[in-house]
């Protein structure tokens, strides 16, 4: 707010997290707002850097496979939207499985 009461801007909630939240929020969020499948691409390339600066910074390794798995999954998600397949869009399919589906993958 400015000192008239007017609202300035917005504070999201990615904005108050700590870095080892916030990165892959933001990695999520590129992902999830992806319009097409180079956007996609785009997107996505910062995962390999996200999960290296994660570690580097002491992040327990089951945080960051939990990490690695969710931004994965929402990727694979996302590439079959926007590939409008009409079978697919009615259909949440389980696409991970084994480690990522618990969560838990090896680098």
Request: charged share 25%; hydrophobic share 45%.
């Amino acid at each position: 707010m400015d000192p008239e009461g007017r609202p300035v801007g917005i504070v999201r909630v990615v904005d108050l997290a700590h870095k080892e939240v916030r990165d892959p929020l933001l990695v999520r969020s590129a992902i999830g707002s992806a319009r097409t499948i180079d956007a996609l691409i785009e997107a996505s390339r910062s995962l390999v850097s996200t999960i290296v600066e994660l570690r580097e910074q002491g992040v327990p390794a089951t945080y960051v496979g939990a990490v690695h798995a969710a931004v994965v999954d929402e990727m694979i998600r996302r590439a079959l939207v926007l590939a409008a397949n009409p079978v697919l869009s009615e259909v949440r399919p389980g696409i991970l499985h084994g480690s990522f589906a618990r969560r838990e993958p090896l680098p």
